[in-house]
């Protein structure tokens, strides 16, 4: 990391914006820790004499149509849902990088052999690969979304890739080819911590597509299942009874926006600070 970068952090750093998007997201992983620990109600437990109920003393962000108390289950779904997404976007990094970054720096017929492969996992239709996991995994949670990790590298393999074919012509590159060094050696030691930054900056913006797909896979019910829960879950029961009950929708949907507007702020402070040339609409 250069100087200049280093600068660009700083300044990215002093900007209000940004502490308010990493306040409130340091603020939802604790909530997730620790709310569970605090909160009067176990996720699961049923208040029968508080059935459908707004707000109150007794359950501070109202109780669910089975008389769950809202507060713990937040929680409780924005643990699913924060695991899930670091979950398939590690997945994704794992892939991603590796696969963009040789196909960059060795090209040719290699080249052209693993971007086709990534032109093929692009035809094929999201919800379909998403119905023939669930066929073939069944209802396992994890191992979907780990599934779906393995396929979101698409375009992170694509954005490593054209990174990796500008950074082989550089002259350190060009040195240590001429010196002898094998290609796994270049790839470790000089491509891979230049090709760190953007790829930090997308896997920043990668988690909250995760996350929209997760509640939207919820949504549906082919995400997460009973006695699970997650931000998707509640915003599609909340959505089924706004108009009687509207807290059921307004408190995990408030969660769950203040969640990806935070880490779309920071993935773009990031970028900013990474690339200039974005922050100018160059």
Same mark, same amino acid.
């Given at each position: 990391?250069?100087?200049?970068?280093?600068?660009?952090?700083?300044?990215?750093?002093?900007?209000?914006?940004?502490?308010?998007?990493?306040?409130?997201?340091?603020?939802?992983?604790?909530?997730?820790?620790?709310?569970?620990?605090?909160?009067?109600?176990?996720?699961?437990?049923?208040?029968?004499?508080?059935?459908?109920?707004?707000?109150?003393?007794?359950?501070?962000?109202?109780?669910?149509? /089975?008389? #769950?108390? !809202?507060?713990?289950?937040? $929680?409780?779904?924005? +643990?699913?849902? =924060?695991?899930?997404? %670091? *979950?398939?976007?590690?997945?994704?990094?794992?892939?991603?990088?590796?696969?963009?970054?040789?196909?960059?720096?060795?090209?040719?017929?290699?080249?052209?052999?693993?971007?086709?492969?990534?032109?093929?996992?692009?035809?094929?239709?999201?919800?379909?690969?998403?119905?023939?996991?669930?066929?073939?995994?069944?209802?396992?949670?994890?191992?979907?979304?780990?599934?779906?990790?393995?396929?979101?590298?698409?375009?992170?393999?694509?954005?490593?890739?054209?990174?990796?074919?500008?950074?082989?012509?550089?002259?350190?590159?060009? /040195?240590? #080819?001429? !010196?002898?060094?094998?290609? $796994?050696?270049?790839? +470790?030691?000089? =491509?891979?911590?230049? %090709? *760190?930054?953007?790829?930090?900056?997308?896997?920043?913006?990668?988690?909250?597509?995760?996350?929209?797909?997760?509640?939207?896979?919820?949504?549906?019910?082919?995400?997460?299942?009973?006695?699970?829960?997650?931000?998707?879950?509640?915003?599609?029961?909340?959505?089924?009874?706004?108009?009687?009950?509207?807290?059921?929708?307004?408190?995990?949907?408030?969660?769950?926006?203040?969640?990806?507007?935070?880490?779309?702020?920071?993935?773009?402070?990031?970028?900013?600070?990474?690339?200039?040339?974005?922050?100018?609409?160059?």
């Amino acid at each position: 990391m250069n100087d200049a970068v280093r600068a660009r952090l700083r300044n990215t750093w002093r900007s209000g914006a940004t502490r308010v998007a990493a306040g409130t997201l340091v603020a939802v992983v604790c909530f997730a820790a620790f709310a569970p620990s605090v909160a009067p109600w176990p996720h699961d437990a049923i208040d029968w004499d508080a059935i459908d109920t707004a707000p109150s003393a007794a359950h501070w962000f109202g109780t669910d149509t /089975a008389g #769950r108390d !809202l507060f713990v289950r937040i $929680a409780m779904g924005a +643990r699913t849902s =924060l695991t899930v997404a %670091l *979950l398939a976007t590690a997945v994704s990094f794992a892939i991603g990088l590796p696969w963009g970054a040789i196909a960059g720096y060795v090209g040719g017929r290699a080249d052209q052999l693993m971007m086709r492969v990534v032109d093929v996992l692009y035809a094929l239709p999201f919800i379909f690969v998403v119905i023939l996991l669930v066929v073939v995994f069944g209802r396992n949670l994890y191992l979907l979304f780990v599934a779906l990790g393995a396929i979101s590298w698409l375009d992170l393999a694509r954005i490593v890739r054209g990174q990796t074919l500008t950074l082989r012509e550089e002259t350190f590159v060009l /040195a240590a #080819r001429g !010196l002898g060094a094998p290609t $796994a050696h270049i790839l +470790r030691r000089h =491509l891979a911590p230049n %090709l *760190l930054g953007p790829t930090l900056v997308y896997t920043t913006l990668t988690i909250p597509g995760v996350m929209l797909a997760e509640s939207f896979l919820s949504f549906i019910g082919l995400g997460v299942q009973e006695p699970d829960t997650s931000w998707g879950v509640l915003i599609a029961d909340g959505a089924r009874d706004m108009e009687s009950s509207p807290w059921l929708l307004v408190f995990p949907a408030t969660f769950f926006a203040a969640t990806l507007w935070s880490l779309n702020m920071l993935g773009d402070r990031l970028r900013d600070a990474f690339d200039p040339r974005t922050a100018a609409g160059l």
